[in-house]
């Protein structure tokens, strides 16, 4: 359960990939951080529930269509007063296919929603943010946007990219109040990470010898730096990268003892 502060008292937010995982926990954390928020997703009834139980506001959106952006930013508006401070980029999607292999309209569809999606968010959010003296935008990156992945060429690309608009919407958008940092996750257990066949076991032993802290990271751990990015306590970052993920890109830890 999220505990309860005030960080984001009187702000609005809206938060894309929200019907489950870290967006359904970001949008959880928002609220108990006292935030009017809008969950967005295109999985309707289950994006819907999962809204309602946070105490959100919820709208479809296909983070891809420019003309559903519109409506999303126009209803996280409306349902805040015309305000919107907080735009959280988290919808993503992943393939694993080697490189060889991978069809073009596979890896293009990766692109389109991991990275074009966060450039149709930022233009369509950042007019009304500057209007209401500017705000917080909030991408979602990875690990994999700092080195090669093997069979993740479509979703290593597209977190690298996400790193560069980051940059870029940074400096573009700093004159109008408008802060744009991107967050990185260390290994969470969501839908999009889940390994079929996997068991318990088989991701602690993995993820044991493979970070640095010896385990996966709680869904609550990372939603809270995307809460304080966004809060006014961090109000002189932008243009970063800012990582929750256990020491992984500090290098690779040294044998597991024992």
Avoid at 95 to 113: Q, S, Y
């Amino acid at each position: 359960m999220a505990k309860m502060s005030k960080e984001l008292d009187g702000k609005v937010a809206l938060v894309t990939g929200a019907a489950r995982g870290l967006g359904a926990e970001i949008v959880q954390r928002m609220v108990a951080a006292r935030a009017q928020v809008t969950a967005a997703d295109k999985r309707v009834d289950v994006g819907a529930a999962a809204a309602a139980e946070a105490g959100a506001e919820f709208v479809e959106l296909d983070v891809t269509d420019a003309e559903q952006w519109a409506n999303a930013v126009a209803s996280a508006a409306d349902a805040g007063g015309g305000r919107l401070d907080i735009l959280v980029n988290n919808a993503a999607i992943t393939r694993v296919i080697p490189i060889l292999d991978c069809d073009p309209a596979e890896f293009r569809k990766v692109i389109d929603t991991n990275v074009v999606g966060t450039l149709l968010g930022i233009q369509a959010a950042a007019p009304v943010m500057a209007s209401c003296g500017g705000g917080s935008v909030v991408n979602l990156s990875s690990p994999s946007a700092f080195e090669g992945t093997v069979g993740m060429s479509a979703y290593s690309t597209s977190k690298w990219g996400i790193r560069g608009l980051t940059r870029t919407a940074a400096l573009e958008l700093a004159d109008s109040g408008i802060r744009v940092n991107s967050v990185v996750p260390g290994p969470l257990r969501t839908a999009m990470t889940r390994r079929p066949g996997w068991e318990d076991e088989d991701y602690e032993r993995h993820y044991g010898t493979t970070v640095p802290l010896r385990r996966m990271a709680e869904l609550g751990e990372v939603a809270n730096l995307v809460v304080w990015l966004a809060s006014d306590q961090a109000s002189y970052c932008t243009g970063g990268d800012y990582s929750a993920d256990g020491g992984l890109g500090a290098g690779t830890p040294a044998p597991h003892p024992g």
